[in-house]
């Protein structure tokens, strides 16, 4: 049996020049590669039709009927023939455009046929132009599969004569070469037990399958496989973690944590809040370095968690420094944080782009001496300049802000001096997101993480009430927005900022402040605007006088959409909502709803939409739900465009689908848990197909090589 390394130039039916077309065309390579080659549909032709079942979107029919009688009909350029072709329940015309004369000699009338071709429709009636035919008596004798493969191909491909046609054959040729057997890749007991074809005769039938069951259990075979040995990765890779990477022991919940807990704590926590803070404390107290993702809805109350996680590395003696990726953001949290900690003997600093150079000095210091505590800041705090005396925890808040570069290196920043019994040994991770990650696609982007869901808002919240107006509605929504305001509420109006089209945005941007600034004139309103343009003092300016109710209209781009804490602020308008993305939409909305009184969120758009648009807005209208929406964006965008998939193997997925084969991703994580429970080192005989398999995936990082 050949290697499936070997080059498809040594294959029958290809030689150098195709192997050329088929690397540069599709990326096919070995045997290997071109046997993972599925095709993307199949047409059937172990189904047949009636005439009376057509219809007009039909794409591929088979038909056993007979032909009446012929006509030619003379056009323009030659002529057509046509013959009327029956079946008990009705009659359709077959047509041919070319060999008029050959077709008609060759046809027999009153003879029953098996035709098959695409259906086309015309006022009622249907035709088939060129119907492949065969005499219903040959067809019975002939031996033939079934389900007829249709490759994925390229236009050049065709024109250089590998046609579908050709690549069946050659991969006809190919399982003839290896003998159609295939090594199993999975154990008997997983086969088993969840009743899956064998891996030969699952690749026999994705590519020739002999009935539409068996290519259902190939398709079922080959999807299990494909995401199980990426969650078999994943999972392996989070064993290791846990093993290898030391952490800091946080043993004790002391005096600042059990104080502030008692005597400060502004609200009583939710059950979602103190189950993730029962996740982490155990996380932080078992010796492994933690690495948490922390995933909450806008407004869910992801601060005071990692609040009270600070406290406990404070109580331990560590320092702990919290992340965002805007200055406003920081600014807030500092604040925030400031307030809350008021009370304690606690010093807590800010660091961002527009620290004073004197002030940066002193912190520095600080922080080298261990005299400060907590540091809140930007990028600013991921300089090389910045040293931490003992640096126990790390939180990143809005984590997909940031690139995995800045991520590592705030492992960088613990001390040289404490270290876990001469190991280096890294602060603890926490990053928050609230950008909720449909589950399949977590279970894929974030395997290796552990993972804390805040999956329940504070109590007493009204939920924000969505609509949908068009540009001929603005005047109803100006009066919207003047009843609100004389009500004492302050109101958001977002223009997009679309990089690529800046330039246009901005215009559009300073043409609604203009119109705005006319419709709620000064004295009697009071209007912010913040944009990326300006500068950060200038920035925070505004928003101070929005926060300080100075102002009663926000009017930003999307720089206000992380973060951005003012609860008066009840009313979110967005104008040209059909060009902002869902989740981006669902983080603006988050803004707005953090008070006790009822929110409004109007998405302000052209009439003209397309399907996507209209689904997207829908969507809001109908549902608060992060998850239900992070579901509808991955199935509108396809896991490509979403957050983390670049890393992850997701995307290169040959046969399995995260959106549509959720079941079979779910089931695939869940043995290979089961697996490596029993088994970490897959070195059990009953495991040896998967430890080869896993071996060979490793060292040839064929398909998986984007598994980091
Ligand atoms: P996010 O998860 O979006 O970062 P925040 O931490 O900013 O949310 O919290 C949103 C608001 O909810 C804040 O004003 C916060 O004080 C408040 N909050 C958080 N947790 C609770 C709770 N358990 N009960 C009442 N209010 C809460
Ligand atoms: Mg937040």
Known sequence: ?????TSIAYLKGVGQARADLFAKELRIFTYADLLNFFPNRYIDRTQFFKIKQLQSNDSEVQIVGKITSFKTVQQKRGSRLIATFIDETGSIELVWFRGAKWIKDTLK????????????SFKNSFSMPHPEMELVSQYKKNLRTAMQPIYPSTEKLNNKGLTNRVVQKIIQNLFTEINRKFEETLSNEIVNNLQLLGKSEAMFNIHFPKSQILLTQAKKRLKFEELFFIQLQLIRKKIIHKSKIRGYIFEKVGAHFNDFYKKHLPFDLTNAQKRVLREIRK????????????????????TIVAVLSILIALDNGFQAALIAPTEILATQHFNAINELLCELPITVKLLTGSSKKTERKIIHKALENGDLQILIGTHALLEDKVKFKNLGLSIIDEQHRFGVAQRSKMWLKSSPEEKVGGVFTPPHILVMTATPIPRTLAMSVYGDLDISVIDELPPGRKSIKTLHRYDKNRLGVFKFIRDEITKGRQIYIVYPLIQESEKMDYKDLMDGFESISREFPIPQYQISIVHGKMKSADKEYEMQ???????????????????????????????????????????????????????????????KLTEDAKTRLQTMVKTNDGFEIAEV?????????????????????????????ASILKKARSVAIEVLQKDHNLSLPEHKNISDTYQKIIKNRGIWSNIS
Do not use: W
């Open 1 to 5: 049996m050949s290697s499936l390394q």
């Open 109 to 120: 009338v009153n003879i029953p046929y098996v035709i098959f071709g695409k259906v086309n």
């Open 283 to 302: 996380d932080v107290a078992n010796g492994a370095q933690m690495n948490r993702l922390l995933q909450g809805d806008v407004g869910s109350g992801k």
């Open 545 to 607: 006088r929005f926060i300080k109710r100075e102002t009663q209209i926000m009017v930003a781009t999307t720089v206000i959409e992380v973060g951005v804490n003012v609860p008066n602020a009840s009313v979110m308008i967005i104008e040209s909502a059909e060009r902002f993305g869902l989740s981006q939409l669902h983080q603006l909305r988050g803004r707005v709803g953090r008070g006790s009184d009822q929110s409004y969120c109007i998405l302000m758009s052209s009439f």
């Open 633 to 661: 964006d991955l199935k509108i965008r396809g896991p490509g465009n979403l957050m983390g998939t670049q890393q992850s193997g997701v995307l290169n997925l040959k046969i399995a689908d995260i959106v549509k084969d």
